[in-house]
């Protein structure tokens, strides 16, 4: 199965807002663990969706990968929906609450494919090796 080019697409996007938080980042002083964080959780996010449009490498996932996307689906959101930047140690410019409730919801709207591809993997997996199990 070959990945489709608005996967592709999706891909390079993906890799330039990490480029940009990495910039953002440096220049807002952010606290070091949530920088180190938001750097692995995009590469694994896109080493996610590598794995599920290549199937000659989709037996490197395993169980371990299932906990993995639910702790960094859990931090995403827990810091989207939830969390302050104050929580951050961001120290970003005043904005309203309307923007910075808009900057979250096209956070979880962009993330929101690579969410359901790591969703749709832990799925297969679960089937193939688990299911059989309940018969």
Known sequence: MQMPLWMEIYILVFIVLMLSNIIFHFKHKIKKIFFIYEILSAVYMIYLIIIYWTPEISSFFNFLNIIAL??????????????????????????????????????????????????????????????????
């Open 70 to 135: 639910i702790l960094i689906i859990s931090v995403d959101f827990y810091f989207t929906i939830w969390g302050n930047p104050e929580d951050l140690g961001l120290n970003m410019p005043k904005i309203s609450k309307k923007e910075q409730e808009v900057a979250k919801i096209i956070s979880i709207v962009f993330a929101s494919p690579a969410y359901v591809i790591g969703l749709l993997l832990s799925i297969n997996l679960i089937a193939v090796n688990y299911l059989h199990l309940f018969k």
